[in-house]
């Protein structure tokens, strides 16, 4: 079954030759409408605003861990997870065609990308960071402007689109570095084959609630592949919980978890059913 | 009785002023000599290096969540955790004494600071972000430069200790906000009041694995108060988890839990036993 139907409008975070540009043509292909947006929020208010049908975000990276502001926008949205994807990631340091890496004082990038070449910085800490909204965006900025001491971190697609110069390979602190990325929607989606199911959940303030959460998925043997607490704004020291479980939509296990898990716990949210992404 | 010795040397990230600071001294009062460091590496080398008997390290702010790099950093130099205390954070934009909102165009603060105020760069989607390694220091930096189109973000008393202008109160995206910071030493330390334990553990691979090593606690209604997961490098979609206990060091059913958990984890190192803050 195709995930998203020909012509489909993607929006992705970023400029072309990102690495979310790279993970939509990996998911769905060359026949969708990509859709760029500068940020994390205009990225989100898309959908809302009509100008996509889906959106494509990064969700968890092997080195910097879970990009917390996809996790809190898909609840603030109320958005569906229909498909994931993984990449690897490799960073490049990349300045205009003129530059050396001598001469480099100032490097800019995402903010999860400068977070995963912190040896780098560590090892040149005359060299300063600025945050970018995008890699491929800051690549885009360094030629422009020409200056030697100005480079970027990003892919190699992004020098290669933009006619940047690659002034050091493999930035990144570990060689297993990879990006998931989920696809989500307005609404929820039926996906034949999926094998896992991504949900939300508020506890109840009393002792051993985590552990009673997950007892209707451990009785039956269901994988808990991934949980990740985020703060509750406003309430200090509140958690919820994002869950992502090894379980197909129909598996006959599944409703009955689900049940025993409403039952035992103040909120639930199933934020999507969907074929697992192979690494 | 007293965490720290009279005189003891306190290492924290960051520059006079800092939020750190005002948690060093809200913790052990004046009578200790204050260590500045500019990046969270020389923060935790600091130790090793004999420079200083304590770290003061942010752990965990009530909006943007936990401080990746202190979990990470804690454990790779096989620190202990002593103590813990909260501070609110109040966050205002900062310029040079002669500087204008209206001027305005480049902020430079601290990565989780500029996390923290994401609604008002969404607002101002003009205004560019610049990563520095301190609140306090940006002030210091800002005013340095006399450059009215720059500002920082940070707290009153970076201000008042660099005779910056505060042009904008509360850029915080929410009021309810405080940091925990943690003290760490180089050996585990008998606290006569504990009543947090703080641990950290590596699962097996196995169905129900982080629901079996919750058990031992939830059967002596021992209360989870915080679980982070952090990915293994090196190891794609592996973790290990952090866990916060609501529990005294020397209470009865503590040793007993500890030795089932050993029973049913990979690895488990105990990280602390202190005495929990209020809010």
């Known amino acids: 079954m195709r995930i998203a139907e020909q012509g489909a409008r993607i929006a992705f975070q970023g400029e072309r030759g990102a690495f979310s540009e790279e993970a939509a043509i990996a998911l769905l ?9 500068p940020t994390f929020e205009a990225l989100f208010a898309s959908l809302e605003e009509g100008a996509s049908d889906y959106v494509l975000a990064p969700i968890e990276n092997s080195l910097a861990g879970s990009v917390h502001r996809t996790y809190d926008l898909l609840l603030e949205r109320s958005l569906y997870i229909i498909a994931e994807t993984v990449i690897p990631i490799a960073h490049h340091l990349i300045g205009c065609p003129q530059a050396r890496f001598e001469d480099v004082c100032v490097v800019e990038s995402h903010p999860v990308a400068l977070a995963q070449c912190e040896r780098f910085f560590a090892a040149h800490p005359h060299i300063k960071r600025i945050v970018a909204d995008d890699t491929a965006g800051s690549v885009r900025h360094v030629v422009e402007l020409g200056d030697p001491t100005r480079a970027a971190i990003a892919g190699a697609r992004a020098a290669e689109v933009y006619g940047g110069r690659i002034l050091r390979e493999h930035l990144e602190d570990h060689r297993e570095n990879y990006t998931r990325f989920v696809l989500l929607a307005n609404a929820p989606r039926v996906v034949p084959d999926a094998d896992k199911l991504s949900l939300v959940l508020r506890l109840k303030h009393e002792p ?7 007892e209707p998925f451990a009785r039956r043997s269901i994988n808990l592949l991934k949980i990740e607490s985020r703060p509750v704004a406003g309430q200090p020291w ?3 919980f994002y869950l992502d479980l090894q379980v197909g939509a129909d ?7 689900l049940a025993d898990l409403r039952a035992s716990v103040d909120q639930v949210r199933v934020l999507g059913s969907y074929r697992a992404a192979r690494l």
């Open 238 to 240: 509140q958690y919820r």
């Open 251 to 257: 598996a006959p296990e599944l409703s009955a978890a």
């Open 208 to 214: 051993g609630a985590l552990h009673r959460a997950l």
């Open 29 to 37: 292909g060359e026949q969708i409408v990509l859709v760029p947006r």
